[in-house]
């Protein structure tokens, strides 16, 4: 497998936000918080050891900042939006994408962690 492709089992972890142990157990706190539980509620495993900081948050900024200016830029080219619905448009999107991304990248990165840093997890 090549080392730079990604991990599918990983990808889908993040997506479900499972423990990378058990691919069971949910790894944060009940609610739409970004808070982790201390442990795995399936197999126990100490989640607060390793947590992502502000990886996830850094990585978003940059995607979403490549990805979302160009389109204001392109959609103002063809369409002249007002100042005001530019405003309206992006700063929504931006907020739905970033609230809707940021739990399951968190727990992608949590479970690249578990993967690659093994000694970290005992």
């Given amino acids: 497998m ?4 990604p991990d599918i089992e990983m990808i889908k ?18 609610g739409l918080t970004l808070e982790l539980r201390e442990h795995c509620p399936a197999c126990n495993l100490d989640l607060s050891k390793n ?12 995607i979403l ?17 007002p100042l005001w619905l530019h405003a309206i448009i992006w700063t929504t999107l931006i907020l739905v994408l970033t609230v809707g991304s940021l ?3 968190k727990a992608y990165i949590i479970a690249l962690q ?3 840093r093994p000694r970290d997890w005992e």
């Fill in 2 to 5: 090549n080392p730079l492709s």
């Fill in 13 to 30: 972890l993040g997506l479900a936000c499972k423990c990378p142990k058990c691919k069971q157990g949910h790894i944060f706190k009940e």
């Fill in 51 to 62: 947590d992502s900081a502000d990886g996830p948050a850094v990585f978003l900024i940059f």
């Fill in 65 to 81: 900042g490549f990805a979302i200016v160009p389109l204001a830029l392109i959609a103002d080219a063809f369409f002249e939006i």
């Fill in 103 to 105: 739990r399951p990248l």
């Fill in 114 to 116: 578990y993967k690659h």
